[in-house]
């Protein structure tokens, strides 16, 4: 019998089932001292304690366990003067570590940018980065290509 490969996926929220962010929910209510027992914590969520611990080992926040690891984004972004370093300065303010860049070359106005960074313990909270990056002017998409 061949053994499978875990396998992980990036995921947004608005893609997570309910149950998982309920999971989630109550991981953080323990984790804070918010709820003394699993009992409490899953009441408080609104979850069964049987879904909790079917699902406990199967889902965390990406930022949870994001440190000390390569993370590779791809972007899609006008080609406006200032607009990468807008970016720049975003990851730079989030003290991620830029291991490697690439832009492509602007096509009808429009470039791809590649993007792995190097998550330090002193960085922020990446999934608050991309969101920064996403509301900036002239960025047209962020997606998680990868983390190692």
């Excluded at 972007?75 to 003067?81: A, H, L, S, T, V």
């Amino acid at each position: 019998m061949i053994e499978e490969k875990t396998k992980y996926f990036v995921v947004k929220q608005k893609a997570v089932p309910e149950v998982l962010l309920k999971v989630v929910e109550t991981k953080k209510l323990l984790d804070s001292g918010q709820a003394a027992t699993i009992q409490d914590a899953t009441e408080r969520a609104g979850i069964s304690r049987s879904s909790f611990y079917k699902y406990k080992d199967d889902i965390f926040p990406f930022y949870d366990n994001t440190k000390g690891k390569t993370v590779t984004f791809v972007m899609q972004m006008d080609d406006e003067q200032g607009l990468l370093s807008d970016l720049l300065h975003i990851v730079a303010v989030y003290k991620a570590n830029i291991l490697t860049i690439h832009q492509s070359i602007p096509v009808n106005g429009v470039a791809t940018l590649t993007l792995s960074v190097e998550v330090r313990a002193d960085t922020g909270n990446i999934v608050q980065m991309v969101e920064e990056i996403e509301g900036l002017k002239g960025v047209h998409y962020v997606k998680i290509l990868a983390r190692e």
